[in-house]
């Protein structure tokens, strides 16, 4: 199993790193953890784009770090861009069999609850995705 793990590049997420071990231990999938610069047309950015990828890389670096000390080795990809295309884009391309995704801890309502970027991949994306809520969301695990 192909799992793609979309980290949240202002987020730390223990959470879902939880939740993908123990979906790896399960089935001995490979996961790649990716994050977007979030860029989409450089010119227009109020900073250079190495900005957004540092800190894309800090959170995919955080996650793959957290993954290996609970014993999954996960690779992890930088994608440029706006989340959404560009996850959709890499899951196809690795043909991952499973989108994993942390929910947002906003609020109530759909989009709120499970914040834009999940909401929308549910709705955009040919292939499967899990959206692992926050834990200490309303509604989430205890």
């Keep these: 199993m192909r799992i793609v793990v ?7 997420q223990p959470w879902l ?5 123990s979906l790896v231990r399960q089935t001995g999938g490979d996961v790649t953890v990716v994050a ?11 900073v250079p784009r190495s900005v957004f990828d540092d800190k894309a890389r800090g959170a ?11 014993g999954v080795e996960a690779g992890t990809a930088v994608l440029p861009g706006r989340p959404v295309p ?21 609020p ?3 989009a709120r ?3 834009s970027v999940p909401l ?16 200490h969301h309303p509604g989430g695990a205890s």
């Design 6 to 12: 979309a980290a949240k590049p202002d987020a730390d």
């Design 17 to 21: 790193v939880a939740a993908v071990t």
């Design 36 to 46: 977007a610069d979030e860029v989409e047309l450089e010119r227009l950015a109020a």
């Design 60 to 70: 995919i670096e955080r996650m793959a770090r957290q993954l290996l000390d609970a």
């Design 86 to 106: 560009a996850i959709l884009e890499f899951a196809e391309r690795h043909q991952a069999d499973l989108i994993v995704v942390g929910s947002s801890n906003r």
């Design 108 to 110: 109530a309502v759909a």
């Design 113 to 115: 609850l499970l914040g």
């Design 120 to 135: 929308t991949l549910i709705k955009r994306s040919a292939r499967p995705v899990l959206v692992i809520t926050h834990p």
